[in-house]
């Protein structure tokens, strides 16, 4: 999938304003290039699966680059528990848990604290419905990944046949204007 020209126009609804498999094929130059200085990303299933102690190595080195290229990639999680504080803690990420995605003020509260504003951040993550849908609604720039791990909780998956449906349907409505 085509990482480049994803950042115009802004997205809206459900539709991703980019969509890659895995955030280590986020392109950190291009991002930094559109004025990009810092990326909300989610934990579970974006960062780390929940078998993992930690991060993949993939994971890792595109964290230093991040780093490298002067954005600040900061963890931003529904989840609460110390597992997450606690890993974002030994990779030395500034982290916001408990966050409340999809509601407005998750974000708010996230770009306050950061000094950010909407065009300076995008928000990472695994979840259309929770990810995807309020960073647009927040004006942030939003990129889906694939989930890292299939096996998920069974709230989670009940949704993912509803997500399939929902970026199909973009997809078709796309092809339909650029056609
Ligand atoms: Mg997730």
């Known amino acids: 999938m085509s990482t480049h020209n994803q950042f115009t126009p802004k997205r809206t ?16 130059e291009s991002l930094r290039q559109s004025g990009i200085r810092m990326l909300l990303i989610d934990f579970d299933n974006t960062l780390i699966a929940r078998h993992e102690a ?8 595109w964290l230093e680059r991040a780093r490298q290229a002067g954005i600040e990639a900061v963890v931003f999680s529904n989840n609460r528990s110390r597992r997450v504080s606690r890993i974002a803690g030994e990779l030395r990420l500034r982290c916001f848990t408990g966050v409340g995605k999809p509601a ?8 306050d604290a950061c000094g950010q504003t909407p065009a300076t951040v995008v928000a990472i993550g695994d979840q259309v419905f929770r990810d995807i849908w309020g960073a647009n609604r ?20 009940l949704i993912r046949p509803i997500e399939r449906l929902v970026l199909a349907s973009l997809r078709e409505r796309q092809l339909r204007n650029v056609g």
């Open 13 to 28: 609804g459900f539709s991703p304003s980019q969509q890659v498999r895995h955030v280590s094929a986020i392109d950190l």
């Open 104 to 111: 407005l003020s998750a974000y708010r509260t996230a770009l």
């Open 54 to 61: 930690r991060p993949s190595a993939a994971v890792l080195a």
């Open 138 to 157: 927040s004006g942030v720039h939003s990129i889906l990944v694939e989930p890292l791990d299939r096996r998920e909780f069974l709230p989670i998956r």
